[in-house]
C-alpha cells in the first residue's frame, strides 16, 4: 500500500512569534488572541464521497494530577487514598477522542487528509441514498442531482454561511488596516512637522510696556505708573504669527507651539508646507529620454 500526503504545509515560512513581556509576578503577559478559524465544510463529508474514510479512535489519557485535602475521611471512595495528614484524590481517566480522516482516491493508494479540510477534489464522488440503498454517483448527470437534493442545498448552504464570515472578515480586518495605515501616516506627518518646527528662524524682540493705574480715594486722586519688559517671539517662515511672554524662553516656547498647530492646520488642507530658510528646493524629477 502507497502512502502520500498532500503537498503544501503551512509550517513552511514560518517565523516564531517575539516572546511576550514577563509581569510583576513572574508570568508572561499573554495578549487576547483571536478566535481559531472555524474548519470549513469537508467536501469530503458531502454524500459522503465514495473515498473518503472517517476513523475516531479513543485516545488513552488520564489526569495525572492528584489532589490532597486536608481532611481524613471515614470512607474512601474509589481512587481516594488516606494520608498522614489527609486524603489524596486520584480522578479517573478521561476519554478522549481523535478523528482521522483518510482518502482512497485508487485501489493501493491512501492519502492522509489530516485536520485541514479538502475543499476540490476532481475524484469526489458522493455516496446518496435512494430507496434506502447507497448509490454512487459517478457522472456529471447525477453530481448534478445531488447538488439539488435536501443533503447538497444543505452542504451549499453551509459552505455559504462560511464564505460570508470570511468575507465579513476580510472587510473588518480591510478597515482596520486601513485606520492603521492613516495613524501611521499621521504620525510620520506629525515627525516631519516636528522637525520643520525645529528648523525654522525665529527672532525674538524685547518690547518695554508702561502700565498706568488710576484710582482715587475719598476726594484725592492717585496715579501709579509702572514698567514691565516682556519678549516677543515670532517666526520668519510664517509671517503674522506671534507670541508673547514674560521670558524669552516663554516666547519661544509659545511661537512654536503656534507654528506647530499652524502647520497641522494646513498639512490637514494639503496645503504646501513652506521650507525652513537658507533649504534647497527639491530637485525635479529627472526625464528618462528614450
Not at 476513523?55 to 494520608?83: C, H, W, Y
Not at 456529471?140 to 462560511?162: D, H, I, M, N, Y
Request: charged share 25%; with cysteine.
Amino acid at each position: 500500500m502507497r502512502t502520500t500526503v498532500p503537498p503544501g504545509q503551512l509550517q513552511e515560512g514560518f517565523e516564531p512569534a517575539p516572546a511576550p513581556p514577563i509581569g510583576p509576578d513572574g508570568a508572561p503577559i499573554m495578549s487576547q488572541p483571536r478566535p481559531p478559524l472555524p474548519a470549513r465544510p469537508r467536501l469530503c463529508e458531502a454524500g459522503p464521497c465514495a473515498h473518503y474514510h472517517r476513523l475516531e479512535i479513543q485516545v488513552d489519557a488520564e489526569n495525572p494530577g492528584a489532589r490532597k485535602v486536608p481532611v481524613r475521611l471515614p470512607v474512601l471512595s474509589p481512587g481516594m487514598e488516606a494520608a498522614r495528614d489527609g486524603t489524596i484524590y486520584r480522578a479517573p481517566a478521561v476519554f478522549h477522542t481523535a478523528v482521522e480522516h483518510y482518502c482512497y482516491p485508487d485501489v493501493g493508494i491512501e492519502m492522509v487528509l489530516g485536520p485541514t479540510p479538502v475543499v476540490e477534489c476532481n475524484r469526489w464522488v458522493p455516496i446518496a441514498t435512494v430507496d434506502g440503498h447507497d448509490v454512487v454517483l459517478r457522472s456529471a448527470l447525477q453530481k448534478r442531482t445531488f447538488w439539488e437534493s435536501p443533503a447538497g442545498q444543505q452542504f451549499a448552504a453551509a459552505v455559504a454561511a462560511w464564505e460570508d464570515a470570511r468575507e465579513l472578515e476580510a472587510k473588518d480586518a480591510a478597515e482596520s488596516e486601513r485606520l492603521i495605515a492613516e495613524a501611521l501616516a499621521a504620525q510620520e506627518e506629525l515627525t516631519r512637522i516636528d522637525d520643520l518646527v525645529e528648523k525654522y528662524t525665529y527672532r525674538i524682540e524685547t518690547r518695554s510696556c508702561r502700565t498706568v493705574t488710576q484710582f482715587s480715594e475719598l476726594d484725592r486722586a492717585f496715579a501709579s505708573e509702572s514698567e514691565m519688559v516682556e519678549s516677543v517671539a515670532s517666526c520668519v517662515e510664517i509671517p503674522g504669527v506671534s507670541a508673547a511672554d514674560q521670558t524669552e524662553d516663554g516666547a519661544l516656547s509659545a511661537i512654536r507651539d503656534i507654528v506647530r498647530t499652524t502647520l497641522i492646520t494646513r498639512s490637514r488642507r494639503g496645503s504646501e508646507l513652506p521650507r525652513p530658510t537658507g533649504s534647497e528646493p527639491p530637485e525635479p524629477p529627472t526625464k528618462e529620454i528614450p
